[in-house]
């Protein structure tokens, strides 16, 4: 059993109230792990320590180059820990190793990308429409920010705020989940080996209630990052208008993925199957409808669920198992209750729909197909973070873009054809941040990453998302050799 401690000011320490709420294997059910509830007074702790950081001592002073120095530290020391971090992951979400480990390594990049930025960061001079006068702007950092992550992807999910954060000269409080608190608290020691002037990172675990809405209504907050679902956000939102914090939102999807008569059928068949069942499809990006033309509507779902019953389900920790639990029991039943909706809306489920024989503990659940003839199906309008997907059919590209777009979400997409005009147009026209045409769940440090409608705004990776970390300051000065006119004198 490990007893975690939060990280604030430079310091390991406990909850101020000493409270702890237990972290639970989801492979096995087993509570494995403890960490620190923290309390309104943790947060404001931690919030203070970040505003000293920001606007006084080593960091505030820190030439941009040396910050970016920092972050390179902290991906080295990333990279070499990755497999430990990724293991720990794994015990508490129940994510395969062999991805956890994998991303944590990859994270390592995202911190590499922001770093390499750090002393790119430049305002502008402006050709402005008066004499004597020379106008500039500077990037300034935003302030305190503040990052929420969900469970599914800590590692990551932290590392795309906090290496832009931190690149534009930011300090940040990051509330971990209270669903997998482990991964960041286990990642609050390699932040301390790499010497980041104390408040410059703070990583405190609780719940959203005090400690969520306390961090992103914190007056002395001026950003908020936000990675969760869509009703949580509301939350934040009504939480930042105390504040008036800058806030981006990264919330869910039910992604589309659309197969051409003209695609490769092996192809699809992966995209599908990584758009589904990676991660036990506990990703805001699963790609959850996926729309069949006519023509090979029946070989389509003959191989796909053919590979769906031969996954291999098993302990996450185990380099052969292909898709581990759900990370909560509760995530669990609510799928389950879903699948038993839509099969009495009508749904046919064609493989799974129900937990796997021989796992009694852990909180497992079959590879799910379910075909559904229209998208009143529930189905296929609630974003379900597991491993079921609905198949639909089409007959033209016209109604395959009409019904991918019936949806309030708008994240991923994924089109699947040889005709390259096709992808072109079918990209332009679905309604989502992301398109991947034959490929699907590809990320980058490089490509912006977000949604559009209920999967929210703003974007994570990429170049821009640096000046989103900034605000601007515009500089006017007078160089003419005469004093400021007289104001009630016109020229
Ligand atoms: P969640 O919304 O339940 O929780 C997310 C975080 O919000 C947690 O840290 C939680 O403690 C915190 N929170 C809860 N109430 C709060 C409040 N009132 N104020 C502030 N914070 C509060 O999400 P989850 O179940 O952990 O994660 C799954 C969701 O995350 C899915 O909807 C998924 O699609 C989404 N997600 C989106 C992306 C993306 O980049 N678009 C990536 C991963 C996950």
Redesign the pocket.
């Known amino acids: 059993m490990t007893d975690y401690r939060l990280y604030i000011d430079g310091e390991f320490c406990e909850a101020s109230d000493g409270g702890r709420f237990d972290s639970v294997n989801p492979a096995n059910g087993q509570v494995w792990a403890t960490a620190p509830a923290a309390t309104e007074a943790d947060v404001d702790r931690a919030v203070v320590a970040a505003r000293r950081a920001l606007t006084g001592g080593d960091w505030a002073t820190m030439s941009a180059t040396n910050r970016g120095r920092l972050l390179f530290e902290l991906a080295d020391r990333v990279a070499g820990r990755a497999s430990h971090l990724g293991e720990i992951e794994t015990r508490d979400t129940g994510k395969l190793a062999v991805e956890t480990r994998g991303q944590s390594a990859y994270v390592a990049d995202y911190y590499r990308y922001y770093a390499g930025l750090a002393d790119k960061i430049q305002g502008d001079t402006l050709p402005i429409d008066k004499p004597d006068l020379h106008v500039f702007t500077i990037r300034e950092p935003v302030g305190v920010v503040a990052a929420?992550?969900?469970?599914?992807?800590e590692m990551f999910?932290t590392a795309t705020k906090v290496g832009p954060a931190l690149a534009a000269g930011n300090t940040v409080v990051i509330?971990?989940?209270?669903?997998a608190p482990a991964p960041l608290l286990e990642f609050a020691e390699v932040v301390h080996e790499v010497g980041f002037p104390p408040g410059v990172i703070n990583l405190i675990t609780g719940?959203?209630?005090p400690c969520?809405?306390a961090l992103?209504s914190h007056p002395l907050v001026s950003r908020v990052a936000f990675?969760?679902?869509?009703e949580?956000a509301r939350?934040?939102v009504e939480?930042t208008a105390q504040n008036f914090a800058h806030l981006s939102l990264?919330?869910?999807?039910k992604s589309p993925i659309l197969i051409f008569n003209d695609a490769d059928l092996e192809g699809a068949v992966n995209g599908a199957v990584a758009g589904n069942f990676g991660a036990s499809g506990q990703s805001?990006v699963a790609g959850s409808r996926v729309f069949v033309q006519a023509g090979i509507h029946d070989e389509f779902l003959e191989r796909l669920i053919g590979r769906a019953e031969a996954i291999r389900i098993g302990d996450p920790l185990h380099e052969d198992t292909q898709m581990g639990p759900l990370a909560t029991e509760a995530q669990r039943d609510r799928i389950e209750a879903v699948v038993a909706e839509s099969r009495d809306q009508g749904a046919t489920v064609h493989t799974g729909g129900k937990r796997p024989e021989g796992f009694d503990t852990g909180w497992y659940f079959e590879p799910t197909v379910l075909g559904c003839d229209s998208q009143s199906i529930r189905s296929t309008q609630v974003?379900l973070?597991g491993p079921v997907m609905s198949v639909l059919t089409f007959e033209s590209e016209e109604e395959a873009v009409a019904m991918a777009n019936d949806s309030v979400f708008g994240?991923g997409a994924g089109v699947f054809t040889t005709d390259v005009g096709r992808a072109h147009r079918v990209a332009k026209a679905v309604h989502s941040g992301i398109v991947w045409v034959n490929t699907y769940r590809a990320i980058s440090p490089v490509a912006p990453?977000g949604?559009f409608g209920q999967?929210?705004h703003g974007r994570e990776a990429g170049i821009d998302t640096i000046y989103d970390y900034t605000r601007t300051k515009t500089v006017w000065i007078n160089t003419s050799e005469d004093p400021m006119a007289n104001p009630f004198v016109m020229r």
Not at 148 to 153: E, F, G, L, T, Y
């Open positions: 929420i992550v969900p469970w599914n992807a999910l509330k971990a989940s209270e669903e719940f959203g209630e969520g809405r992103t990675t969760g679902g869509v949580t939350r934040v939480n990264e919330l869910g999807g805001c974003e973070f994240l990453f949604g999967s929210g």
